[in-house]
T-cell receptor
Framework: DVKVTQSSRYLVKRTGEKVFLECVQD?????MFWYRQDPGLGLRLIYF???????EKGDIPEGYSVSREKKERFSLILESASTNQTSMYLC????????????FGPGTRLTVL | DAKTTQPPSMDCAEGRAANLPCNHS???????VYWYRQIHSQGPQYIIH???NNETNEMASLIITEDRKSSTLILPHATLRDTAVYYC??????????FGTGTRLTVIP
């Protein structure tokens, strides 16, 4: 079974803290994605990566950065967490062509106080 | 802005077919239609996708109209575990799947 795992299901942080969200996939996929999901807004793409050390901005990259040092791991970093970054964060991976499906992790629900 | 339109909610009796409609009137000729679902507190799960022909797999069938402006996802025998939010997506770009707000399907015992 293909698998995308995320480091935490629930996380509570304070405003101004640096936050790391980790995502690991075991399918040798080239492409990895970070989304956030908010009620009424659906999923919005933050960043994606199509290869090791490569990254592209999605629709809402402000306040976030990413790191892809190894093919299987894609990290989302909140340099200085703010309350408006309270959200569900979803990681996904995709292999092969752009027409292939994305496989999602279970999500991390982040609360910033 | 969402390029697909779906009803916000639907109910279906357990064991019956669930037919979930989607309008994608602005879809271009080389854009696929994808369906994903999201069960509460889980990440989205891929169901099926198609270009212009009808498609079937172990989870569902996808019927695309000849003009490609709409499609219907069919779950042939809905179970309680099919209760979820179903997203119809047309591919907007190389990597960005735009998930709108979907259809919340409730399967009723």
């Amino acid at each position: 079974d293909v698998k995308v795992t995320q480091s935490s299901r629930y996380l509570v942080k304070r405003t101004g803290e640096k936050v790391f969200l980790e995502c690991v996939q075991d399918m040798d996929h080239e492409n990895m994605f970070w989304y956030r999901q908010d009620p009424g807004l659906g999923l919005r793409l933050i960043y994606f990566s199509y290869d090791v050390k490569m990254k592209e901005k999605g629709d809402i990259p402000e306040g976030y950065s990413v790191s892809r040092e190894k093919k299987e791991r894609f990290s989302l970093i909140l340099e200085s967490a703010s309350t408006n970054q309270t959200s569900m964060y979803l990681c996904a991976s995709r292999g092969g062509t752009v027409y292939n499906e994305q496989f999602f992790g279970p999500g991390t629900r982040l609360t910033v106080l | 802005d969402a390029k697909t339109t779906q009803p916000p909610s639907m109910d279906c009796a357990e064991g019956r077919a669930a037919n979930l409609p989607c309008n994608h009137s602005t879809i271009s000729g080389n854009e696929y239609v994808y369906w994903y679902r999201q069960i509460h507190s889980q990440g989205p799960q891929y169901i099926i996708h198609g270009l212009k022909n009808n498609e079937t797999n172990e989870m569902a069938s996808l019927i695309i109209t000849e003009d490609r402006k709409s499609s219907t996802l069919i779950l042939p025998h809905a179970t309680l575990r099919d209760t979820a939010v179903y997203y119809c997506i047309d591919q907007t770009g190389a990597n960005n799947l735009f998930f709108g707000t979907g259809t919340r399907l409730t399967v009723i015992p």
